[in-house]
T-cell receptor, first 110, second 112 residues
Framework: RKEVEQDPGPFNVPEGATVAFNCTYS??????FFWYRQDCRKEPKLLMS???SGNEDGRFTAQLNRASQYISLLIRDSKLSDSATYLC???????????FGKGTHLIIQP | DTEVTQTPKHLVMGMTNKKSLKCEQH?????MYWYKQKAKKPPELMFV???????INESVPSRFSPECPNSSLLNLHLHALQPEDSALYLC???????????FGEGSRLTVL
């Protein structure tokens, strides 16, 4: 199975700061990319799909770098409620299907 | 509120019991999934149904048996489980296979 790698953290970030983390993938034929957010003991929820041109949703910006095979998530003006695990998911296409990274744990501190 | 509904939310069973987990979605999605998640780990794919046919079976032990009665329903039948099978079992659906996943709240299973 193709690999999807994330820094597990935890990232300890003061409230109001900007934080960014990356996710690298090994399959150059990967077709689509997603960021999910998972709170403790809850289900993952789709945060953003990641498009080639990059996309922004409020304080969140996702970028795709196909040449270096990574996607990134930037969170501006971080809130306490942003504390969660952020899962990177890559669609490798065909039989590879969806591969989850191990997740990055983010803690926003007051 | 999630649009994928799972029951039961919690289940405790002995190793000789037979039980089932149920999942329902009414978003018209054609792919449905079972994932297993242990604490501090990412979800681990078990089964994928696409257009009501089993598309992927990730070498899951036969004590787990999936069933897709129709395009809205997905079941996971459990029999003779082991304590190490205790986990959160997540159902998800997507419009097509390997699309954006919508997860249910999960069924937290404890095997004694």
């Amino acid at each position: 199975r193709k690999e999807v790698e994330q820094d597990p953290g935890p990232f300890n970030v003061p409230e109001g700061a900007t934080v960014a983390f990356n996710c690298t993938y090994s399959n150059s034929a990967s077709q689509s990319f997603f960021w999910y957010r998972q709170d403790c003991r809850k289900e993952p929820k789709l945060l953003m799909s990641v498009y080639s041109s990059g996309n922004e949703d409020g304080r969140f910006t996702a970028q795709l770098n196909r040449a270096s095979q990574y996607i990134s998530l930037l969170i501006r003006d971080s809130k306490l409620s942003d504390s969660a695990t952020y899962l990177c998911v890559v669609n490798g296409g065909g039989a590879d299907g969806l591969t989850f990274g191990k997740g990055t744990h983010l803690i926003i501190q007051p | 509120d999630t649009e994928v509904t799972q029951t039961p939310k919690h289940l405790v069973m002995g190793m000789t019991n037979k039980k089932s987990l149920k999942c329902e979605q009414h978003m018209g999605h054609r792919a449905m999934y079972w994932y297993k998640q242990k604490a501090k780990k990412p979800p681990e794919l078990m089964f994928v149904y696409s257009y009501e046919k089993l598309s992927i079976n990730e070498s899951v032990p036969s004590r787990f048996s999936p069933e897709c009665p129709n395009s809205s329903l997905l079941n996971l039948h459990l029999h003779a489980l082991q304590p190490e099978d205790s986990a959160l079992y997540l159902c998800a659906s997507s419009q097509v296979e390997a699309g954006e996943l919508f997860f249910g709240e999960g069924s937290r299973l404890t095997v004694l």
